[in-house]
């Protein structure tokens, strides 16, 4: 913090508004959106009605509260087996990915490594439709070989754990490697060296110092998964994510019971996005 | 044999690596580039041509959307820096401790939340019924419901907020690292505060500021939410012609050739960025 | 040329961080062309001081003049002084010449006429031909001479100069302390130098000022703090001393008598006058003032005298000592060796007479805190 630079009392002030003004701008959509759950009325909008819940517990048309509504329900559900499931992969690829790179010399590893970064550049509209038409190629292409059906490589949701898989892992590798190269590698040669095993080293030593960043790569993975729009926009079938559920809706025109899945969203991702950042805060 | 089991494990972790690579971003990439080249020529009959690359260029409608999403990604991208750059320098440079904890927690948070989200925010606020609307009525200075949802104003709204952390946390990164000294000896030496700026914050901010315009210029072309939801009828975005040609159109073709424009102008922009300044993608990426 | 007007002076300069008072009431004048030095522990205010002095902290109360002229409310940027930061503070994002030539261009001086300053200037450091060069082709030593050549060019009224020397590595910091005062003395410039080295103060300094608890303990040349130092503060930090603490049993015109806790009787000097039979006091003796022999006849000449058995010798070339404990008082002394050698072949066990004159053993009242740190 610079505390030596004089400066004018006029631009200390402006200064201090235009940050506070700023953080009014960041804060206000999503205030916004959180205080309308609670608006008496079927618009999100103004006039203010007056105070109620039924947005979340409400079971008379047309005021159907959040828990009440099946096909919100039933998204968030897919929404959460397709979280699930990118995790899980991108976890254990992004630490394959990270022993590969920190503990790895080979020839064309700076050329693997700018592609392992690649789909950080990629719109993901254009890393959907492009899995989308190499993902149909090939079932056409077996199909037409094998006279058999391959419903699994159109539009649904293994394509979409496929998808939004294509682009976490990349970060999920950035995190754990970020952690894997903290590491003293003379650590698990003493473990060598007490008589363990390679993998047993490994997994006594090396894996235990790395769950942190795992745990915090998981959570960034499920976050990044539930907020996904673009890859998923174009992979998706007949069971759509919460995104795409509200995002029919909206188009249509909405009712609080939006806002009311909006802030339990907001909610949910603060809580985990702090819980990652403290993970990987943690001994550094 | 230790170097034969060091090379099985090797070839273990480097076998995820590449299925990974291969069948989710190089196979599908060079497929949809082959796609873009097929011409249709009669029932399940295609011919390798230029074709659906002629077609962009012979219908203004297209290049004309194309052109209005570069140019509107790139000064959304300019109005980030500027509106970002002083926000990560007061973080960064004249908070301390619990307040500059805080203050960049609060510029993340709105990140973690779906997207979706924060465009149905401005949405509420900004439509003709919208909080802004009634505020500015309720204060006398409109007479009736004034519209300013559906129009470019609302969109470089909606792409600015959705930026907005790419390019601070960035920002916060680099100028943390500048040596306050740095600063001081400026000062000492007669600098104006605009001279330290434009000598010294800017130049080391530099890797900064390149990772957050890139990341931000590839966000706001690749967006599909906010110009769909926050623009008019006439304000089309290049998304939205690829996801027509796709999803509604079924022509793949046409909609391939419109996905590889759109990756070759975003590769283009941050392979002449990288350039420009001379910086590497790994740096650059480690930065954000 | 000299003048009388001092470059720099400080009246009761005060500042309070909340409740806590870094610098308390400090005055001092440095006369044009000085070698002026600030010595203190850590945490003593001395930063403080001089970043005051630059202006990046203002006053809580008191004066500043440069040249006779009060820069109380001139900003760093207009202040006549310039300053060599602890890391140097080089910038990394220009060559070797621009940064040189930075302050000159804040200035708006032309460019053909920065160059030729800035050429000159490098070649005064001994450093010519070497504009184009990025800062990180340096050397650790020709940094220094870059951030020094960086604040001469602006021929400023005075050079501050805070630890620059911290960093380098022992043999570079030697080398260094002899360039620094060469180049002081051939920009014949006021330098202010801050450092918690007694040896860069002791040997560079024409004036040291021993700042302690945020007060000026006491000015004046090297000689004068090591052989004549007026408070038990700087008696104990610069220079290395023997310390008792003892209580004064007798006060005659020849000297005091005093004994410790353990019964030894010492003889000394009140140093700062003052001191009566009852006092508490602290005794301070330099290893080097305290004189070996091999038998008693050797040291009996001498008012304090005594036999102690070598604990342990810590050779160190010129700078050996010996570790001794009283054999009657159990107190530990370290004694210089004599560079002779005609002690070379004692070792852990033997026993050695030792004695020292009660002049060169200072007496100071004892205050709250006897280590003086």
């Known amino acids: 913090m610079i505390t030596g630079i ?25 205030a916004t959106v959180c205080a309308f759950a609670f608006n008496d009325s079927v618009f999100p909008s103004l006039p203010w009605e007056g105070f109620t819940l039924d947005w979340f517990f409400g079971t008379d048309a ?32 992004g630490t394959c990915n990270a022993f590969l790179f920190v503990r790895h010399e080979f020839r064309g590893k700076a050329i693997l490594y700018v592609l392992m970064l690649l789909p950080l550049i990629i719109p993901g509209i254009i890393l959907g439709i492009s899995i989308l038409v190499f993902s149909s190629t090939v079932a056409n292409f077996l199909e037409d070989a094998t006279g058999l059906w391959f419903d699994r490589l159109r539009p649904g949701l293994i394509l979409v754990v496929l998808g939004q898989f294509s682009f976490i892992t990349t970060f999920a590798t950035l995190v754990i490697s970020a952690r894997l190269q903290k590491f003293d590698p003379s650590l698990e040669e003493a473990a060598l060296n007490l008589g363990a095993t390679h993998w047993g080293a490994v997994r006594a030593v090396t894996l235990p110092f790395l769950y942190p960043a795992m745990v915090a790569a998981g959570v960034v993975a499920v976050l990044m998964s ?14 759509a994510p919460l995104t795409i559920t509200m995002f029919d809706r909206l188009k249509l025109g909405s009712t609080p019971v939006l806002n009311a899945v909006s802030l339990l969203l907001i909610v949910v991702s603060a809580l985990l996005g702090l819980a990652s950042l403290l993970l990987q805060k943690r001994d550094d | 044999m230790a170097t034969d089991r060091s090379k099985l494990a090797f070839w273990l972790l480097l076998a995820p690596c590449l299925i990974w690579l291969v069948t989710l971003i190089i196979l599908p990439h060079v497929g949809m580039f082959l796609v873009s080249l097929r011409e249709k020529v009669g029932v399940r009959e295609y011919e390798t041509s230029f074709a659906n690359y002629a077609v962009f260029l012979n219908e203004p409608l297209y290049w004309n959307t194309f052109a209005r999403t570069a140019y509107m990604s790139i000064a959304a991208t300019i109005l980030t820096l500027l509106i970002g750059f002083p926000i990560s320098y007061y973080i960064a440079k004249l908070t301390r401790g619990r307040t500059k904890t805080t203050s960049f927690l609060m510029c993340l948070i709105p990140f973690w939340v779906s997207e979706l989200v924060r465009t149905f925010g401005w949405m509420i606020l900004l439509r003709e019924t919208g909080v802004f ?20 104003a609302a969109i470089m709204t909606g792409l600015v907020y959705t930026s907005m952390l790419f390019m601070v946390v960035p920002l916060v990164t680099t100028l943390d690292s500048l040596d306050d000294s740095l600063i001081e000896a400026g000062y000492d030496l007669g600098a104006s505060g605009f001279a ?30 906010t110009p769909i939801l926050l623009g008019g009828k006439d304000s089309l975005w290049f998304t939205g012609l690829i996801y027509s040609q796709f999803i509604t159109r079924f022509n793949w073709e046409l909609g391939s050739a419109f996905g590889f424009l759109l990756l070759g102008l975003s590769s283009l922009i941050v392979f002449v960025g990288l350039k420009l300044t001379g910086q590497s993608l790994g740096k650059t990426m480690a930065q954000s | 040329m000299l003048t009388d007007v001092p470059d720099l002076q400080c009246r009761s300069i005060s500042k309070s961080f909340d409740d806590f008072k870094a610098v308390k009431d400090v005055s001092f004048s440095v006369p044009q062309g000085t070698f002026f030095s600030i010595l203190g522990p850590s945490g003593c205010g001395k930063t403080t001081l001089l970043r005051m002095i630059a202006g990046f902290q203002k006053p809580t109360s008191g004066d500043l003049l440069i040249k006779g002229k009060s820069v109380i409310d001139v900003p760093p940027n207009k202040r006549p002084v310039s300053m060599v930061f602890q890391h140097l503070a080089l910038f990394p994002m220009m060559n070797i010449g621009a940064n040189v030539g930075f302050g000159l261009r804040q200035r708006g001086v032309n460019r053909s006429d920065i160059e030729k300053q800035v050429t000159r200037v490098l070649e005064r450091v001994g450093l010519a031909g070497v504009a184009e060069r990025p800062i990180s082709s340096l050397s650790g030593g020709q940094k220094q001479r870059v951030a020094i050549a960086r604040c001469m060019v602006l021929e400023p009224d005075v050079l501050l100069l805070d630890e620059p020397l911290g960093a380098l590595d022992l043999k570079l910091r030697e080398h260094m302390k002899i360039e620094l005062k060469q180049l002081q003395s051939e920009f014949n410039t006021t330098f202010v130098y801050i450092t918690h080295d007694q040896s860069e103060a002791l040997v560079m300094s024409e004036q040291i000022a021993v700042m302690n608890n945020g007060v000026f303990e006491q ?51 009140d140093a700062v006058g003052g001191l009566a039979v009852g006092d508490m006091v602290n005794v301070f003796v330099r290893p080097e003032a305290v004189r070996l022999s091999r038998n008693a006849e050797g040291v009996s000449g001498l008012s304090n005298a005594g036999q102690g058995k070598v604990e342990n010798v810590l050779f160190n070339g010129a700078n050996s000592q010996l570790i001794l404990r009283d054999q009657q008082s159990g107190a530990e002394m370290s004694v210089a060796l004599p560079q002779t050698g005609e002690f070379r072949d004692l070792s852990r066990g033997d026993l050695i007479h030792f004695g020292w004159e009660h002049l060169q053993t200072r007496v100071y009242a004892a205050t709250g805190d006897p280590h003086g740190h």
């Open chain 1, 62 to 93: 047309p005021y159907i509260g959040v828990f009440h509504e099946s096909p919100i329900l039933r998204s968030l559900v897919t929404s959460g087996v397709v979280a699930f499931w990118v995790s899980v992969l991108a976890v254990f690829v």
């Open chain 2, 133 to 152: 609307s009634n505020f500015l009525q309720y204060l006398g200075l409109v007479n009736g419901p004034i519209e300013m949802l559906y129009n470019d």
């Open chain 1, 6 to 30: 004089p400066q004018s009392r006029a631009f200390k002030w402006s200064y201090r508004a235009y940050v506070t003004l700023f953080f009014i701008y960041l804060a206000l959509p999503l």
């Open chain 2, 196 to 225: 330290i700026l434009r000598e010294i914050v800017i130049p080391h901010a530099m890797p900064g500021i390149v990772s957050g315009c890139i990341v931000v210029f590839m966000l706001s072309l690749g967006n599909y939410l």
């Open chain 1, 226 to 239: 539930f907020e996904n729009f673009n890859t998923t926009l174009m992979l998706v079938g007949s069971d």
């Open chain 3, 219 to 269: 000015t004046g040349t090297a000689k004068e703090l090591y052989y004549e130092p007026q408070t038990a503060f700087v008696a104990g930090f610069v220079g290395e001393a023997n310390r008792f603490a003892a209580t004064i049993k007798n006060r005659a015109d020849s000297g005091l008598q005093m004994t410790t806790a353990q019964g030894q009787v010492l003889h000394g000097t």
